[in-house]
């Protein structure tokens, strides 16, 4: 089956991120919950403070992309968020960041659920609607406040973030769009029912028939749909909900450590659930060079993967420096202790 | 609660984007937006959205906080002098009350306030943080 591509040049004009100031180090849930003696996976996770949420976020993730993108934010006729920690169960979280920016009324609006692909999803579905020629501009957002259960193996690495992409007409684009698939299978790697506060994984669903089954085939589908090879790209950035899964995934489609530990942030933010990806694109376009391609890839448990080939135009060394460099909200941190995160995160019932 | 979802909706716009008034006769620019200028008393004021650059004019560290602001003691309030000249009075976060000082670089995010209990509905504005240098 052929790649997706946009009926006409698209690609994305401003890209944000948005990491929280605050971070528990992993061993610090190990001498909480496992003695101090666990063999942890990532050095440190951003945590939301007690006034952010996926909204607040979303937001300022979405301020940073229109910010390079030099548009107003009541150009644009789309406002899409996707989360899986939507502060309301009913009432869109789209509404209210699409008020903040100052878009709409006569906007499309709505939130989009899938896991960690998520962000990514709306991020297709942006490059639908402009690619269609139904928009000229649309914006796609990722964040999650992710709650991984108190002990559990995701407490670990269950992050907060957000990432946000203004997709419009190719000639203001800093990297045009150049093909997507998406693929996607009944998969019960990881849920969370309506009412529950934590999610559960699917213990063995969780590597093989979850995560490496759906970013492989969609990366291979998409490289050789467009007739490409790893040595095309400069970078590639894959989902990250921990160091090894992204590292092997890579490797097995041919590219080498030097195209993905750029955009390899899970070891210093954890794993920011539908930002993950996001925010590691964001990482690879403050340092990448017009010309240079990125080839990305999502997973979202569930589960599914969307990949897509970007290539940079010679507007981005222009307008990377209107928002913060995500390097330096990673940059930005303060230390937790367990007890004050449990605090931060409503882990404690008064 | 019945009455409050009407007063905090009618809002949101000023608090959601920081839009103050600027009198058209004396130039003078204020938050929140009124009807009447506060210095001159000209009757002719426009809306405008600052931008949210400010600095630490004066602060308070507040202990005992009023009922729906407990969770964040202690906590900044400060007043913050835009550079558009307005005045806000805000709650600053992101940011230790030790570290605070007047004349201290900030900026305006969009941060949750309060909630209307576990049910009720999630109030978001402004607050401010130390300066994120881009």
């Not at chain 1, 997706?4 to 849930?29: D, F, H, N, T």
């Not at chain 1, 910010?67 to 644009?76: H, P, S």
Request: glycine share 10%; net charge neutral; hydrophobic share 40%.
């Amino acid at each position: 089956m052929p790649a997706m591509r946009p009926s006409r040049p698209i690609g994305i004009l401003g890209y944000g991120a948005y990491i929280p100031r605050y971070r528990l180090q992993a061993s610090e849930v190990a001498r909480v919950w496992h003695g101090g003696q666990d063999h942890v996976p990532i050095a440190q996770k951003a945590v939301a403070g007690p006034d952010e949420d996926a909204i607040t976020m979303a937001v300022e993730a979405a301020r940073n992309a229109l910010a390079r993108a030099g548009i107003a934010g009541e150009r644009l006729q789309a406002v899409w968020v996707g989360s899986e920690s939507h502060p309301y169960a009913v009432k869109p979280s789209s509404t209210i960041v699409a008020e903040a920016l100052g878009a709409g009324p006569l906007a499309l609006a709505a939130d989009v659920e899938f896991a960690c692909k998520a962000g990514s999803e709306a991020l297709q579905m942006a490059v639908a609607l402009v690619g269609s020629g139904m928009a000229d501009c649309a914006l796609a957002i990722g964040a999650d406040t992710a709650q991984g259960r108190p002990a559990d193996e995701l407490e670990y690495t269950a992050g907060s973030g957000a990432a946000a992409f203004v997709v419009g007409l190719a000639d203001e684009a800093v990297a045009l769009l150049e093909g997507s698939v998406s693929y996607v299978s009944d998969t019960p790697d990881f849920f969370r029912r309506g009412q529950e506060h934590y999610p559960r994984h699917g213990g063995r669903f969780t590597g093989e028939p979850g995560y490496f089954a759906h970013v492989l085939a969609a990366g291979r589908e998409l490289l050789s749909s467009l007739g490409r090879s790893p040595a095309d790209y400069a970078y590639v950035v894959l989902h990250q909900p921990n160091p090894k899964f992204p590292a092997r995934a890579a490797a097995e489609l041919g590219f080498r450590p030097e195209q993905w530990q750029p955009g390899l942030l899970v070891d210093r933010i954890g794993n920011t659930y539908a930002a993950s990806s996001l925010l590691g694109l964001t990482a690879v376009l403050d340092r990448a060079e017009p010309g240079e391609r990125v080839f990305f890839v999502s997973f979202g448990s569930g589960a599914g993967s969307d990949a897509l080939s970007l290539v940079v135009t010679e507007k981005l060394p222009l307008r990377r420096h209107q928002a913060p460099a995500t390097a330096s909200y990673i940059a930005r941190q303060q230390l937790l202790d367990y007890a004050t995160y449990a605090r931060f995160r409503g882990k404690i019932a008064l | 609660m019945a009455l409050q979802l009407p007063r905090e909706w009618r809002w949101r716009q000023e608090r959601y984007r920081l839009i103050g008034g600027r009198c058209r006769r004396c130039g003078q620019a204020f938050f929140p937006h009124r009807e009447i200028c506060p210095r001159c008393l000209g009757e002719d004021v426009a809306k405008e959205q600052f931008s949210g650059r400010g600095r630490v004019y004066s602060y308070a560290t507040v202990y005992k906080a009023p009922v729906g602001f407990e969770e964040y003691v202690p906590y900044v309030v400060a007043l913050v002098q835009l550079e558009e000249g307005a005045l806000v009075a805000a709650q600053l976060t992101d940011v230790d009350p030790t570290e605070v000082q007047i004349g201290m670089p900030v900026e305006c995010v969009l941060r949750r306030w309060r909630t209307n209990g576990p049910d009720g509905n999630i109030i978001y504005g402004y607050k401010f943080r130390p300066r994120l240098e881009s």
